[in-house]
T-cell receptor
Framework: NAGVTQTPKFRILKIGQSMTLQCAQD?????MYWYRQDPGMGLKLIYYSVGAGITDKGEVPNGYNVSRSTTEDFPLRLELAAPSQTSVYFCASSYSKGTGGFFGPGTRLTVL | DQQVKQNSPSLSVQEGRISILNCDYT??????FLWYKKYPAEGPTFLIS?????DKNEDGRFTVFLNKSAKHLSLHIVPSQPGDSAVYFC????????????FGTGTRLTIIP
């Protein structure tokens, strides 16, 4: 099992550019999540999904979009990148509600 | 508004001794608590959790204690090992509402050989 994989590992964007952060899991988990971690802060939930075709907003969804067309993949789309979106992004999955889950290695994004 | 607080940014402990990491919360709707461990350049790893119906949960060297009246939980690591050096996050969730986990800001634990 590869677990939760994220690509790319690093990315630098210019203000106003767009990109998609990829996340995939091979554990057949229904629940998937996107978090961001700013320096010196805890993780904040951006979006989550409880199954293919179902997504919902987390704590900080503005400026992001997600889709979940398959159980395995949960891409995060940034439209019109802003410096405030400079952060480390973590994708996670879990097999049931409320369990600890598994995290990917993260994507470090810088917006200049 | 920081609903989950880890007031110690860092902690150093001698190898073999007990490490105690603390976490306080303000939201009385939280009823499930988790601890994660994070190494640099890696994602967090789930360690241990506790439901609000319990006051203690143990898994090997790791024990989590919950004091609901004080809105306080702690993670005990005994004995501490060099591989335990990492950043530890506590997180909390409520069964009401969405899947949101609220994280603390983390405590960097350093185990001194």
């Amino acid at each position: 099992n590869a677990g939760v994989t994220q690509t790319p590992k690093f990315r630098i964007l210019k203000i106003g550019q767009s990109m998609t952060l990829q996340c995939a899991q091979d554990m057949n988990h229904n629940y998937m999540y996107w978090y961001r971690q700013d320096p010196g802060m805890g993780l904040k939930l951006i979006y989550y999904s409880v199954g293919a075709g179902i997504t919902d907003k987390g704590e900080v969804p503005n400026g992001y979009n997600v889709s979940r067309s398959t159980t395995e993949d949960f891409p995060l789309r940034l439209e019109l990148a802003a410096p405030s979106q400079t952060s480390v992004y973590f994708c996670a999955s879990s097999y049931s509600k409320g369990t600890g889950g598994f995290f990917g290695p993260g994507t470090r994004l810088t917006v200049l | 508004d920081q609903q989950v607080k880890q007031n110690s940014p860092s902690l150093s402990v001698q190898e073999g001794r007990i490490s105690i990491l603390n976490c306080d919360y303000t939201n009385s709707m939280f009823d499930y608590f988790l601890w994660y461990k994070k190494y640099p350049a890696e994602g967090p790893t789930f360690l241990i959790s506790i439901s609000s119906i319990k006051d203690k949960n143990e898994d090997g060297r790791f024990t989590v204690f919950l004091n609901k009246s004080a809105k306080h939980l702690s993670l005990h690591i005994v004995p501490s090992q060099p591989g335990d050096s990492a950043v530890y996050f506590c997180a909390a969730k409520s069964n009401f509402g969405n899947e949101k986990l609220t994280f603390g800001t983390g405590t960097r634990l350093t185990i001194i050989p």
